[in-house]
């Protein structure tokens, strides 16, 4: 995605980020995708995920596969 097409996104942060501001990830949902980026760097690169793959991700996250 280019910052032109990232400029109307409606940004989240995740409410499992660090309240201090050092590990911060927004998502978006956007026609059909999931977009993710770190907001330290609101003008750098941006992941894309089909719906698929977010929910793919997320529950493996939920069952603890990418522990820290």
């Known amino acids: ?12 942060t995740s ?3 660090s309240g201090q501001g050092t590990e911060c990830v ?4 956007v026609t059909q995708r999931v977009v993710a980026r770190d907001s ?3 003008a750098g ?5 089909s719906l698929t ?12 596969l990418y522990g820290a």
Do not use: C, I, N, Y
């Open 1 to 12: 995605m280019s910052g032109q097409e990232t400029s109307a996104v409606r940004w989240r």
């Open 15 to 17: 409410s499992h980020s």
């Open 26 to 29: 927004q998502v978006a949902s």
């Open 40 to 42: 330290k760097d609101s």
């Open 45 to 49: 690169p941006v992941l894309a995920f």
């Open 53 to 64: 793959a977010w929910a793919a991700f997320l529950g493996d996250v939920k069952r603890g």
